[in-house]
Each structure stands twice: as C-alpha cells, then as structure tokens.
C-alpha cells in the first residue's frame, strides 16, 4: 500500500506541509517524464523517502523544500529513462503510455484506493498522447530539460543543475525537443468537434460498419495496440483505413460495451466487458478524420479505469 511521508520515528515534521503542498506537482511532473502513473508515484514516494533518509541539520540546510524534491525527483526520473529504453526493448508489442481519465472517472489510479484528489495529474495540452508518444522519441536529457522548462517553467540554470550540463546544452536539448514536437504535430480541430467525430466511430464501430468506419479514418491512418503480453493485443501497426476498419469489424467485438469518455484529456473512447474496463483508446486527428488510434489493453496500465 502507498504510504504518505513522515519521520520513521513518527516525530512531527516542520516541513511536511510544505513536502505534502508538493506532492501533486511531483507526480505531474514525473508522469510527463516517464509516461508511467505506477512509475510516477514510485519515484515521489523514493523522493521522500531521500528526504526522510537526511538527519535534521542537513533538511534545516535546504533552502527550498520545493526546489529540493523537483531535483531528486527529477533526477530518479533521468536514471530510470536511460533504463526504460532497454526494458521497452524487451516488451511485448507495442509499448504505449498509461493512459489517464478525467477526474471524476478516476478510480485508483495509485495502489491506495483512498488517495487525495490532489495527487491526481492535471489534464493540459502536455499529456494529451500524441504529445507523450513523441516525448517516447526523445533521449532522456532532452525529455528532462524540455519539460521542466517548456512545460514547467525552470529556468536553464536551474535545469542544467538537475540533468548535469552546462545551460547552453541544455538549452540546446529543450530546442531538440521542441523541433520534435513541432514537426510530428497536426493541427487538430476543436475538442467539441473531436468528440463528435469521436461519437460518430463509436456508433459505426457498433454498428460493424466498415464504410462508416473507412470514411472516418484517414487514408493513412495507424491503429496500435499495447497489451504488454498480459492480454491479447496487435504485436504490430495496422497501417491504413480499410484495414483498420475490417480489423475493427470482428464479430468479437461486439461482447464488448463500448463508452465515450476523456483520455489524457481529450474525447476517446473505453471498452468494457462485463462492466469491467478491458481496453482503453486515444486518438489523434487530422481534419475531420482520425489519423492514429491507440488502443491500451494492458490491464496494469488501466488501474485508474478499473472499478475498486
């Protein structure tokens, strides 16, 4: 069970309203980095539990409290990026970033069912899942410095002392980065119109009709799946419409009860079967078409949508 930090000798800390202020921030900023809710909380908990680690005079000697936990923190994320790169070259398939729901649809997405609104991840452009796929792309560094500055605003200076460059090359990096997003992003209609669209595939899927669906994808669209071997799930990209859509028609997919919700907040859609939620889908779009759809069945990446 997650457990909230404090003095292991249960002495009342001075400065556990400020770490606790911080908490929310903290997993904010480690989701962008990892992709990972469960990575998120683990490396605020191992934020702490450093703190915690410090004898009085050292925690005395920290000027800021706030400044202290965004550089461990963020540092745990560098070292477990450099990481993931080789454990997501072992995974099954497809490895797709957990996907996150609205706040009044969050169920749990931490191990303990009673956790603070607060530690929740706020919905912005910055978690929507193209914009994580990209970030996917990126080398550690250039994910660290890009989203403590473009995305939270630390300066380069500040930056530089948590990744362990100068600022120039930090600077560098954040502009590396930001390129990427510019040149993989497509300009997307407004949300109300996205649900629309949303809403218009939800129907044409339940109704298998593989027309409906085809006039709704774009020509070159791409569907992705993630089920981590845990479930069944594509192993590869179906690329183009018409494939998509006859994929998308199976006879089994009519088990399922399919609903319209936020993900990453954005419209897509939730797959349920037996009321229990067994796949989750984002979708990007281009006009009034979807150009990518990715599809999380993995069941460890949909504990926040799964009920108590």
């Avoid at 009519?254 to 897509?268: D, Y």
Wanted: proline letters at 7%; hydrophobic letters at 40%; a negative charge.
């Amino acid at each position: 069970m997650t457990s909230h930090p404090g003095p292991a000798d249960g002495r009342l800390d001075p400065n556990l309203s400020a770490i606790m202020s911080e908490r929310r921030r903290l997993i904010n900023l480690a989701y962008r980095m990892l992709g990972s809710l469960v990575e998120a909380e683990d490396v605020v908990q191992e934020t702490y539990a450093r703190w915690y680690a410090m004898s009085d005079r050292q925690q005395e000697a920290v000027e800021s409290v706030g400044g202290w936990l965004t550089t461990v923190a963020s540092r745990i994320c560098l070292n477990l990026l450099g990481s993931a790169r080789a454990r997501r070259e072992r995974y099954v398939g497809e490895w797709i970033p957990e996907p996150v729901p609205e706040p009044s649809e969050w169920r749990s997405a931490l191990p303990d069912a009673t956790t603070d609104p607060a530690d929740r991840v706020t919905l912005d452009e910055s978690i929507n899942m193209a914009f994580l796929v990209v970030l996917e792309s990126m080398t550690p560094a250039e994910r660290v410095a890009f989203i403590l500055h473009d995305v939270f605003r630390y300066p380069f200076a500040e930056v530089a002392e948590i990744v362990g460059r100068s600022p120039a090359a930090c600077r560098k990096l954040a502009s590396s980065a930001r390129r990427r997003i510019r040149d993989a992003r497509i300009p997307a209609p407004p949300t109300a119109h996205q649900a629309e669209i949303v809403r218009s595939f939800k129907r044409a899927w339940e109704a298998m009709d593989i027309g409906a669906l085809i006039g709704l994808l774009d020509p070159d669209a791409t569907a992705i799946g993630d089920g981590g071997g845990l479930v069944s799930a594509l192993t590869d990209p179906i690329e183009g419409a018409e494939r998509i859509a006859n994929f998308l028609a199976d006879p089994r997919s009519g088990l399922l009860t399919i609903r319209e919700c936020t993900v990453n907040g954005q419209p897509g859609l939730a797959a349920q079967l037996d009321d229990v939620t067994v796949a989750v889908y984002a979708f990007e779009f281009a006009g009034d078409r979807i150009k990518h759809i990715w599809g999380v069945l993995n069941p460890e990446k949909l504990r926040p949508w799964t009920t108590n």
